[in-house]
């Protein structure tokens, strides 16, 4: 069965988009076809895939930006929007809980490589480690979510698709890369899912070192999805962020700046 994280990303490119094109190679298997159709491309030289500095403490998310459940009868961590260090960020308090916040939107990485972010964490989760199915929370991860060609997919990933349109009644996307901050595993580490090759996790900060401290990310997504994937990326086609404690039982806060992509220079 598709894990949280899988599962998460259905409804980040799935919710409210429009049907499968008639005809489309995929029948329906992809939901990330349907935001492709139904969206532009992102242009200019900056996409503001998240200003969460411009909102009010305790306003309404940006634009685009809507919470998203992995499964009916878990709970939702909880985000708002709060001052931080000067600065308005979105706050995820998780307590034994799985839910995102994501934006559908469509850009081409190969036009806007690099994403950065800032991303603010008071404390790890004991125990959780995304190489085990059953400890597989994190404080923070930051989601991205492709699209791409559903004949390159073995008759297992179809498979899996399938199961997992069948479980929570959407489809998945393509792929989705997934940047966490991990308690023991080294960062750079990628992290296979154990039920399905189409998530890859990369640590990009693990340990205490930087606790409680705003850390400035920059990553490079044709680079990363390249050694995730082994293959070029095809349009993104949603991002999100998710704070997650479900399996642990656990309490974690964790605190999201602006998320934003770029030109290559």
């Known amino acids: 069965m598709p894990t949280r994280a899988a599962l998460l ?9 429009a049907s499968v094109p008639e005809g489309s190679d995929d029948d329906g298997l992809l939901a990330s076809t349907a935001v492709v159709a139904s969206l532009p491309l992102e242009t200019g030289d900056r996409v503001d895939v998240g200003r969460f500095s411009v909102a009010s403490p305790g306003g309404e998310l940006p634009d685009g930006w809507e919470p998203y459940l992995v499964l009916p009868h878990k709970l939702a961590t ?11 960020v979105l706050e995820a308090d998780a307590d034994g809980s799985a839910s995102s916040v994501a934006r559908r939107i469509r850009i081409d990485p190969q036009r806007h ?20 199915a059953t400890r597989e929370d994190a404080p923070a991860r930051i989601l991205v979510a492709f699209h791409g060609d559903a004949q ?7 498979s899996t698709l399938r199961m997992a349109k069948a479980i929570s009644g959407r489809a998945l996307p393509y792929a989705t890369l997934v940047y966490i901050w991990a308690e023991k595993v080294a960062a750079e580490t990628v992290v296979r ?14 340990g205490a070192a930087r606790l409680g401290r705003w850390v400035a990310v920059r990553r490079n997504l044709l680079e990363d999805y390249q050694r995730a994937f082994g293959e070029a990326p095809g349009d993104i086609v949603g991002i999100g962020v998710m704070t997650d404690t479900d399996n642990t ?6 605190y999201y700046g602006d998320i934003t992509l770029y030109a290559a220079p």
């Open 9 to 17: 990303v259905v409804a980040l490119v799935a919710a409210g988009c």
């Open 113 to 132: 490589p690099i994403i950065e972010w800032r991303w603010r964490v008071p404390a790890l989760i004991d125990g959780a480690d995304p190489r085990v």
């Open 249 to 254: 039982r656990s309490r974690a806060r964790a």
């Open 78 to 88: 909880r985000y708002r929007l709060v001052e931080n260090a000067g600065a308005v």
């Open 193 to 206: 899912n154990l039920h399905t090759g189409r998530v890859r996790m990369i640590v990009v900060e693990s």
């Open 152 to 158: 390159k997919l073995d008759m297992f990933e179809r």
